[in-house]
């Protein structure tokens, strides 16, 4: 596995590499890596004949009072996977690298309506520092596709629309979350968690699942499914920011025709702010 650190090096790669036709798939990450980063390497091996991944902690997406100085970063550990995992070029850029003119002064790219509801709502200028460093990143590599985890259902959302916005030539695909044995989903922060924190945590995935069945099997209006799973959370330690069913496609309330759904949750267990989602479908119309 090669690694760069420049542009410059990672250009000349590049440049190296795409002869002959061969499609690129690439993974940004912000490293710390676990089984579902690894998920999306193993999806993209699958689907391109050269494998990027990029490592950046991007301080654009932390707010003031968030945990960037904090946030793992285990660099020696990430390489070793990432190369177990036959990945042709790793990019770490510096902060120099990726903002040449200075965080402050950077060009950002925002997509309106979409970054500013459920986590955006509480976490104002999140997803303008996502968008901003995946554009800049996209730019860069000029793969052919570009892997992300369902688990960031949002952030998802917000990459594809600003691809489309933009007209750039990558196909974004979304992978589906790797949990832990007990529903749990992977995350970077779960090692924030106490043991007995860790122990309630699976708690919100199976509220999620009361929502959807709720819905599917009672017919129960999302709204009022909502209210329940707020109550059950809270009533298990966690401080939810909010349990929210919308439309898969944009995240828009969902009407009584919309079939394809999804809930999303965000809740405070401790100092870590869990994240989940769980797509459903319905065969009819849900009660409003």
């Not at 654009?60 to 036959?86: K, S």
């Not at 949750?265 to 989940?276: E, H, K, T, V, Y």
Request: hydrophobic share 45%; with cysteine.
């Amino acid at each position: 596995m090669i690694i760069a650190k420049t542009v410059s090096e990672l250009r000349a790669y590049l440049v190296q590499r795409r002869a002959g036709g061969k499609h690129l798939a690439f993974v940004p990450t912000m490293g710390n890596l676990h089984a579902g980063h690894l998920k999306l390497i193993e999806v993209a091996r699958k689907l391109a004949d050269i494998v990027v991944a990029s490592i950046y902690v991007n301080p654009l997406q932390f707010g003031a009072n968030e945990d960037f100085d904090a946030y793992p970063r285990t660099p020696v550990d990430d390489c070793a996977a990432l190369e177990a995992q036959r990945v042709d070029l790793l990019f770490t850029p510096s902060d120099r690298e990726m903002y040449p003119r200075g965080r402050e002064t950077q060009t950002t790219v925002e997509v309106p309506g979409l970054s500013e509801m459920l986590c955006g709502a509480f976490r104002p200028g999140h997803f303008r520092g996502v968008a901003t460093a995946v554009n800049r990143l996209v730019n860069l590599v000029q793969p052919d596709l570009a892997l992300f985890g369902k688990k960031d259902y949002q952030q998802l959302l917000v990459i594809r629309l600003m691809v489309s916005d933009l007209g750039m030539p990558v196909e974004i695909v979304g992978v589906e979350t790797v949990r832990e044995h007990d529903g749990l989903a992977m995350s970077s922060r779960n090692n924030y968690l106490s043991p007995q924190e860790r122990q309630a945590a699976p708690r919100l995935y199976a509220v999620l699942g009361a929502v959807r069945d709720r819905i599917l099997k009672e017919r129960a209006s999302p709204a009022g499914a909502e209210q329940e799973a707020l109550a059950a959370l809270a009533a298990a330690g966690f401080r939810p920011d909010y349990v929210s069913v919308r439309r898969q496609d944009d995240l828009g309330v969902p009407t009584p025709e919309d079939k394809k759904l999804v809930v999303l949750a965000a809740a405070w267990l401790g100092r870590m702010r869990l994240i989940d989602n769980l797509e459903f479908e319905t065969t009819g119309k849900i009660p409003v």
